[in-house]
């Protein structure tokens, strides 16, 4: 168990609805990275965040958006789903913003199927 | 761009034996991290080793070390005293800074087979 909690385990839904993936991170990370994980494009990191800021993006598309509240949980917003979209989403944390080694914990990941 | 390549889609290895897992990389940068990570049946990624590109000396996990090559760009894993539960799916990572932040791809991954 790496201390990284995903909700929720599993996801169905239909192309072009809304849905939100929640994250808590290890008690004590301040970073939070989101990945999507799909047959056809393997890993691919999304977007990171620290103490509530956006910190570095990657292949995040417009669609998506995520946040890191207060208390340090994320959420990713996934809109105007499409087929391709289903894939197994990874939420990672650590302890350090930059500098050193960062060590990220993934969560168990939260499974998208669309519909 | 940085790029990770992991030539080997699978590999099979006798129980008890040693398995190398290739994989090389590309950037322009001098300092970055890369990592190994497993991903059993489970889904779960987890962290089997790492490397700080500033380390000349190569990273030793028990089983696990790797020989790091910087000049060559090669990262390359050695999983000693195979077990049954080391199948799995095995992704090389490079990690970079970027304004302010972590940036980080992933390899295609080698599926390895560990037979009893």
């Known amino acids: 168990d790496s201390g990284v909690t995903q909700t929720p385990k599993h996801l169905i839904t239909a192309t072009g609805q809304r849905v939100t993936l929640r994250c808590s991170p290890r008690?004590?990370?301040?970073?939070v990275y989101w990945y999507q994980q799909s047959l056809d494009q393997g890993l691919q990191f999304l977007i990171q965040?620290?103490?509530?800021?956006?910190?570095a993006k990657g292949n995040i598309l417009e669609r998506f958006s995520a946040q890191q509240f207060p208390d340090l949980h994320s959420e990713l917003n996934l809109s105007s789903l499409e087929l391709g979209d289903s894939a197994l989403y990874f939420c990672?944390?650590?302890?350090?913003?930059?500098?050193?080694?960062?060590?990220?914990?993934f969560g168990p990941g939260t499974r998208l199927t669309v519909l | 761009a940085q790029t990770v390549t992991q030539s080997q889609p699978e590999m099979s290895v006798q129980e008890a034996e040693t398995v190398t897992l290739s994989c090389t990389y590309d950037?322009?940068?001098?300092?970055?991290?890369l990592f190994w990570y497993k991903q059993p049946p489970s889904r779960q990624m987890i962290l089997v080793i790492r490397?700080?590109?500033?380390?000349?000396q190569n990273a030793t996990e028990n089983r696990f070390s790797v020989n790091f090559q910087k000049a060559a760009k090669s990262f390359s894993l050695k999983i000693s005293d195979s077990q049954l539960g080391d199948t799995a799916m095995y992704f090389c990572?490079?990690?970079?800074?970027?304004?302010?932040?972590?940036?980080?791809?992933f390899g295609a991954g080698t599926r390895l087979f560990v037979k009893a």
């Open positions: 950037t322009s940068e001098s300092n970055y991290y």
């Open positions: 008690s004590g990370d301040l970073s």
């Open positions: 990572a490079f990690m970079s800074i970027i304004s302010g932040g972590f940036k980080t791809i």
């Open positions: 990672a944390s650590s302890s350090r913003l930059a500098g050193g080694t960062d060590t990220q914990y």
């Open positions: 965040y620290y103490n509530g800021e956006e910190r």
């Open positions: 490397q700080e590109a500033y380390k000349q």
